[in-house]
Nanobody, 121 residues
């Protein structure tokens, strides 16, 4: 049984930083990713990573500010978020699966419960 658990969310001021973590169990697939969702909006792909070699992919909102990383020994994926903006406020989810399009949420099979990130101006 695949389980994903996010942590590290919180409230910060604009310009601040947060590091999200996602601990997994029961998963040995090729891709993992971070997604976010604001109530009333579609879930958005933030970043994805190929578990075998750490190749990273970023959505436009994350480029230059966020970094995705993975520690397979610890079964933990990270999202370092710097220079946060109020528009980054959302519930952040980690996901795992074998997608054809790595930033498309519908192509992932497994999801965590999410961790809330709130950025104030």
């Amino acid at each position: 049984q695949v389980q994903l658990m996010e942590s590290g969310g919180g409230s910060v001021q604009a310009g601040g930083s947060l590091r999200l973590s996602c601990v997994w169990s029961g998963y040995s697939g090729a891709h993992m990713g971070w997604f976010r969702q604001v109530p009333g909006n579609e879930r958005e792909g933030v970043a994805a990573i190929y578990t075998a070699d750490g190749s990273a992919f970023y959505g436009d909102s994350a480029k230059g500010r966020f970094t995705i990383a993975i520690d397979n020994a610890k079964k933990t994926m990270y999202l370092q978020m710097n220079n946060l903006k109020p528009e980054d406020t959302a519930m952040y989810y980690c996901a795992a699966g074998n997608p054809s399009r790595v930033l498309v949420p519908g192509e992932y099979n497994y999801w965590g419960q999410g961790t809330q990130v709130t950025v104030s101006s």
